[in-house]
């Protein structure tokens, strides 16, 4: 991919196409507000019934995908079985995701922002991909730290979707915080199973 810098913003493209663009924000959080906190064993238990487990639309994606082991593994599922809307994961971020300074790099921990955000609507029954991501990294993680990504649906309508993410330490602390858009696509055109 080709990337083009300016003052405050990169783009980035394949084969003269836009395929995505960053835009640097002012400290401002721009809106982003976090998801409520979710436990280190609530997270551990709602993995367990990731929905993606079986009937992954995406089962090669590097955040949560179930085919790849050089992934994150995200494994986002309901917190609750009934009247919690959030889904949840832990994360134990390894050595290979940091940078020299020991920590893990920023584009990862956006990485981690985003599929959480899509399981917390039904990406299995109508897949969807992400439109746009807004986030906010406040401190990045060290390795080995058990982490939690925990996500929540905002507004849904037919063909898209607005969600949240928040990664927590253990205490409640937040790290980072996202918003996105996703938007419906067509099983067939994507080569969804």
Same mark, same amino acid.
């Given at each position: 991919?080709?990337?083009?810098?300016?003052?405050?913003?990169?783009?980035?493209?394949?084969?003269?196409?836009?395929?995505?663009?960053?835009?640097?924000?002012?400290?401002?959080?721009?809106?982003?507000?976090?998801? *409520?906190?979710?436990?280190?064993?609530?997270?551990?238990?709602?993995?367990?019934?990731?929905?993606?487990?079986? &009937?992954? *639309?995406?089962?090669?994606?590097?955040?949560?995908?179930?085919?790849?082991?050089?992934?994150?593994?995200?494994?986002?599922?309901?917190?609750?079985?009934?009247?919690?809307?959030?889904?949840?994961?832990?994360?134990?971020?390894?050595?290979?995701?940091? !940078?020299?300074? &020991?920590?893990?790099?920023? *584009?990862?921990?956006?990485?981690?922002?985003?599929?959480?955000?899509?399981?917390?609507?039904?990406?299995?029954?109508?897949?969807?991909?992400?439109?746009?991501?807004?986030?906010?990294?406040?401190?990045?993680?060290?390795? !080995?730290? *058990?982490?939690?990504?925990?996500?929540?649906?905002?507004?849904?309508?037919?063909?898209?979707?607005?969600?949240?993410?928040?990664?927590?330490?253990?205490?409640?602390?937040?790290?980072?915080?996202?918003?996105?858009?996703?938007?419906?696509?067509?099983?067939?055109?994507? &080569?969804?199973?």
């Amino acid at each position: 991919m080709a990337l083009e810098r300016s003052e405050d913003s990169v783009t980035a493209s394949a084969q003269g196409r836009l395929v995505a663009t960053a835009t640097l924000l002012d400290d401002a959080p721009g809106g982003l507000a976090p998801v *409520p906190p979710v436990s280190v064993e609530a997270a551990e238990r709602a993995s367990e019934r990731y929905p993606g487990l079986t &009937g992954h *639309p995406f089962p090669e994606c590097f955040v949560c995908g179930t085919a790849r082991s050089d992934g994150l593994g995200l494994r986002p599922g309901p917190v609750h079985d009934g009247g919690d809307d959030r889904v949840a994961a832990v994360w134990r971020p390894d050595e290979t995701l940091t !940078g020299d300074d &020991g920590r893990v790099t920023a *584009p990862v921990v956006w990485a981690a922002l985003d599929c959480p955000g899509g399981w917390s609507v039904d990406i299995v029954g109508r897949p969807m991909v992400l439109g746009t991501m807004t986030a906010r990294v406040l401190e990045r993680p060290s390795a !080995g730290e *058990p982490l939690v990504v925990a996500g929540r649906a905002l507004d849904v309508s037919e063909r898209k979707a607005v969600t949240a993410t928040t990664l927590y330490r253990p205490d409640g602390a937040v790290l980072a915080l996202a918003t996105h858009v996703w938007v419906a696509v067509d099983p067939a055109t994507f &080569g969804a199973r």
